[in-house]
């Protein structure tokens, strides 16, 4: 089945259900650790960043991305 299919039927699902996909596929980005080039874009947004928030932001998603949503050690 392709990711287009899995949408398709993901569409078809009623809301309840499509609410608990949602739910499923934000737990699971959450989770997941970013490849290297994905960590290396974001700390190059970083150093180019000359906004504090943003800076926040992505100092969190580097954080999120190197251990995968769990909390460091």
């Not at 609410?19 to 180019?48: C, H, M, N, W």
């Amino acid at each position: 089945m392709t990711a287009s299919q899995i949408m398709r039927e993901i569409e078809s699902l009623p809301l309840e259900e499509q609410k608990a996909v949602i739910r499923f596929v934000y737990r699971l980005d959450a989770e997941r650790q970013l490849t290297g080039p994905e960590l290396a874009s974001l700390a190059s947004r970083l150093a180019d960043s000359s906004d504090p928030v943003e800076a926040m932001v992505l100092r969190e998603e580097i954080t999120r991305g190197f251990y995968g949503g769990k909390p460091p050690a």
